[in-house]
């Protein structure tokens, strides 16, 4: 678990959506042509991302094969994109980077779908970025993908926003179960290395290289908040709607 490359935020409007973080001050660009666009991203100095969702998109015709499991057997990508549709939100999920997708995937075959060699989008502006990616079967695990090709921020982006927002802090993620087997399970799937670890009863940190996860035990599993750096108490208000706030 080297980074965290972004954080997936729904909304149920792309448009209003987009609007609200751009008068809160980010720099917001849609994944597509703004009339065919399903999401919206706003980059950040740290390597990642955020990504705005609209999960109103997701075909009925997906959302029911979703709901009656039979996604979960044809494709673990497909069932994890329209899981997101009856997923509690509104932070949807936090995929992790890989310098070595290959090696990462050949580590947790049998626990993960096939690997996706043909991630594609084209931006407004033309370029298409490639990716790579591969989904653990447990939803409650993060994806795992490479950076995009041929950049992640074109010419006609940019990762400096008016309100100061330069990267993530921290994520804060509930989990079911016993403590120490759901640690164990992350280790393992992620290769963390232990000196990124600290334990402190029922929750433990893990340090990436531009956030900190916090998983704490709970009677449910779900991504609590996310928190922006640095502190802008101006922010907080608007955010919190998407579990989103601002820290030091």
Not at 208 to 233: E, G, W
């Amino acid at each position: 678990m080297q980074r965290i490359d972004h954080v997936i935020v729904k909304v149920d409007d792309l448009h209003n959506g987009v609007e609200e973080f751009i008068n809160a001050g980010f720099s917001v660009f849609y994944g597509t042509k703004k009339e065919k666009a399903y999401n919206a991203l706003i980059y950040l100095q740290d390597n990642s991302f955020i990504e705005l969702l609209d999960t109103n998109v997701i075909p009925r015709f997906g959302r029911v094969l979703t709901k009656l499991g039979i996604l979960r057997v044809l494709s673990p990508t497909f069932n994890r994109v329209g899981n997101f549709y009856f997923k509690e939100g509104p932070l949807l999920d936090y995929p992790v980077y890989s310098s070595d997708i290959e090696a990462s995937y050949a580590h947790v075959r049998d626990q993960s779908g096939k690997i996706l060699n043909a991630g594609k989008r084209k931006k407004p502006n033309g370029t298409v970025v490639q990716w790579r990616s591969f989904m653990p079967k447990d939803l409650n695990l993060p994806f795992v993908m490479t950076d995009y090709t041929p950049e992640k921020i074109s010419a006609d982006e940019t990762n400096v926003h008016p309100n100061g927002i330069t990267g993530l802090h921290t994520l804060e993620i509930a989990f079911t179960g016993e403590t120490a087997a759901f640690r164990a399970k992350l280790m393992n799937f992620y290769q963390v290395d232990e000196t990124r670890v600290t334990d402190e009863g029922n929750r433990f940190y893990i340090t990436t290289d531009n956030a900190t996860l916090v998983y704490q035990q709970a009677n449910h599993h779900k991504i609590m908040s996310a928190a922006l750096r640095p502190r802008v108490p101006a922010l907080d208000n608007m955010l919190g709607k998407y579990s989103l706030a601002t820290a030091d």
